[in-house]
């Protein structure tokens, strides 16, 4: 990858659906040449997907919490990916440094719901505990969902 390759991956984040000719324009190449490094790019895996972003309030899930998951013991990170995945409310997670064995994102419909998903988390086998935030307003995001 070169600067330009960078910068043709700057424009698609921006707008996913912007036009070649367009982004040739910004980047200082024609529209076929964007294409084919765009091609070349989804070809070698660097550009895995293009998506649409929708306000997940549209969908009905207006609330977000952080949750820290504590567990007893030693947990493999395939455990508790199996833990997981089994609680759809579960958008985001990962294993982290520090007290917490992971943190996890959790989107729902409201407070009752996210309860719900947060109960469903704590039951599973090698759960010790959880620590919750609620998101009241979003400051940056930059995190493609």
Known sequence: MDAIDYRIIDQL?????AGYGDIGDVVGLSASAVKRRVDKLVADKVIRAFTVQVDPAVDGLAVEAYVELFCRGTV??????????TVPEVIDAGTVTGEADAI???RSRDI????????????A????????AIILSRLVDRVQD
Not at 13 to 17: E, I, P, T, V, W
């Open 76 to 85: 493999a990170p395939d455990e508790l990916r199996r833990i997981l995945s």
């Open 112 to 123: 009752q719901s996210l309860e719900d998903a947060l109960e469903r988390v704590r039951v």
């Open 104 to 106: 996890v994102r959790i």
């Open 13 to 17: 984040r921006q707008n996913a659906r």
């Open 125 to 132: 086998p090698n759960v010790d505990h959880t620590r919750s």
